[in-house]
């Protein structure tokens, strides 16, 4: 937990960075597990 209360923002990527997919991965993850936000 980082203790910041601003929710974090996924953003649309470019297929020629190298950087960047995390949070698209987790959200993809969350989803098929059916996570909730709390």
Same mark, same amino acid.
């Given at each position: 937990? $980082?203790?910041?209360?601003?929710?974090?923002?996924?953003?649309?990527?470019?297929?020629e960075?190298?950087?960047?997919?995390?949070?698209?991965?987790?959200?993809?993850?969350a989803?098929?597990?059916?996570?909730? $936000?709390?």
């Amino acid at each position: 937990m $980082d203790g910041s209360a601003i929710r974090p923002i996924v953003r649309e990527m470019s297929h020629e960075q190298e950087r960047g997919r995390g949070m698209r991965m987790v959200a993809r993850i969350a989803d098929r597990w059916g996570a909730e $936000d709390h």
